[in-house]
Nanobody
Framework: QVQLVESGGGLVQAGGSLRLSCAAS????????MGWYRQAPGKERELVAA???????NLADSVKGRFTISRDNAKNTVYLQMNSLKPADTAVYYC??????????????WGKGTLVTVSS
């Protein structure tokens, strides 16, 4: 079983910054893609940013220039540095990891989510 543990969410004023972390643990054979999704109240879950094992990144247009995604392969951890936060960034942020585990092969795993609230 693979577990994803997120941290770093909280309340911040508009223009401020937060850094989210997601650490994967368990029977991991190899990790491919790691990313962050978010879901605002009454909205569909959307991709925020993703990063491949080779370091290629993909960011939503709404966060380009403000957010940065990175990973530490030695720690099986992905980070999301969020700068210049806006009230529209308020959402529950979910870590997602595509990996091969020792029991079920390739699968996507989700964290339980961490709440980010940006006040105006």
């Amino acid at each position: 079983q693979v577990q994803l543990v997120e941290s770093g969410g909280g309340l911040v004023q508009a223009g401020g910054s937060l850094r989210l972390s997601c650490a994967a643990s368990g029977k991991i054979y190899s990790i491919n893609r790691m990313g962050w999704y978010r879901q605002a109240p009454g909205k569909e879950r959307e991709l925020v940013a993703a990063i491949t094992s080779g370091g290629s990144t993909n960011l939503a247009d709404s966060v380009k220039g403000r957010f940065t995604i990175s990973r530490d392969n030695a720690k099986n951890t992905v980070y999301l540095q969020m700068n210049s936060l806006k009230p529209a960034d308020t959402a529950v942020y979910y870590c997602n990891v595509g990996l091969y585990d020792s029991d079920y092969g390739f699968n996507n795993y989700w964290g339980k989510g961490t709440l980010v609230t940006v006040s105006s």
